[in-house]
């Protein structure tokens, strides 16, 4: 759709709770905002929805077009994306369907929005499903946040999340090779790009975190506090030490298809194991100095 056409699409939207006339009247339409793939910058596109279940399916198709639309692209290079439904406005990590599970949803989509067919009979392209779940899951109760302490322990606790939600997906993916082994069984569903999914969303979150903290709190923390020089210079080595294990992790989930499960899981519970032990060291050195700094922050005095 032009650019034009999109911004009214979106000020409409935002302006009337979420409600479109014109030729989206009456249809179930969501405002998707992903991270440009080699650009860095927020885009916002108006998309059209599938309910299934608790979750929200996106269908990439472009119209039908040979090429996957930019958003779908994106998405891949940034999992976490903006989500706006209605009045509600809530962080999605979002995860491309494969195999049975892919046809599975675009069947139901077909059954809920017959267009989407054309859509693929239009294209040899096998149009993307893209099944978008809460960032934060439903039952993770949110920590209060008053202080800067708790806000460090906040990301913390979302970083821990996202490491557990990974192995989760290793372990499933696993089994479900496991019980499709042997002779005439079918091909086994494959988790490894919601595996992906997750663990870019979990390495850029922690870098983003890292990067915040080597260049705003602990410059900040070093001009009240000039005797914790060396703790600092030890966290900002940290902060290298596990850049180098995140790439690690990224090129260990990247080649799950081809992995032995055994060495898979071990090597994963080892760099879990470290990023866990330099978020427990970080708590310990740092949220005493912060526990009493509110959050966020007030205007400049």
Not at 38 to 65: F, Q
Not at 148 to 157: C, F, P, Q
Not at 206 to 212: A, G, I, M, P
């Amino acid at each position: 759709m032009p650019a034009s056409f999109n911004k009214s699409v979106i000020e409409e939207f935002r302006a009337n709770e979420g409600r479109v006339g014109g030729p989206f009247d009456g249809s179930d339409l969501l405002l998707l905002t992903t991270t440009g793939a080699t650009s860095g910058t927020a885009r916002t596109t108006p998309l059209g929805y599938v309910r299934h279940g608790g979750s929200l399916l996106l269908v990439a198709s472009n119209l039908g077009a040979p090429d996957d639309p930019y958003w779908y692209r994106d998405l891949l290079a940034h999992p976490v994306v903006d989500v706006e439904i209605g009045t509600r406005a809530y962080q999605a990590l979002a995860i491309p369907a494969e195999g049975a599970r892919r046809e599975e949803l675009f069947a139901h989509v077909v059954r809920e929005a017959p267009g989407y067919g054309d859509y693929q009979a239009a294209t040899t392209r096998t149009l993307p499903v893209v099944v978008l779940e809460p960032a934060v899951p439903d039952g993770v109760s949110p920590r209060e946040v008053r202080t800067l302490a708790d806000k460090i322990l906040e990301v913390h606790d979302q970083l821990r999340l996202q490491l557990r939600l990974v192995t989760a997906d290793v372990d499933a993916h696993f089994a479900a090779l496991a019980a499709h082994e042997g002779p005439g069984e079918p091909p086994a569903p494959s988790l490894g790009l919601q595996v992906r999914q997750r663990c870019l969303a979990f390495c850029q979150a922690l870098e983003f975190h890292h990067t915040s903290e080597d260049g705003h709190l602990f410059p900040g923390i070093a001009h009240h506090h000039p005797q914790l020089t060396d703790v600092l210079d030890r966290l900002r080595a940290e902060h290298r030490t596990v850049a180098r294990v995140q790439e690690g992790l990224a090129a260990l989930l990247a080649n799950i298809g081809a992995a032995e499960p055994t060495c898979f899981r071990a090597e994963l519970a080892r760099m879990t194991a470290e990023l866990t032990a330099h978020l427990d060291h970080e708590e310990e050195v740092i949220l005493p100095l912060v526990a009493d700094v509110p959050w966020p922050p007030g205007p400049p005095a």
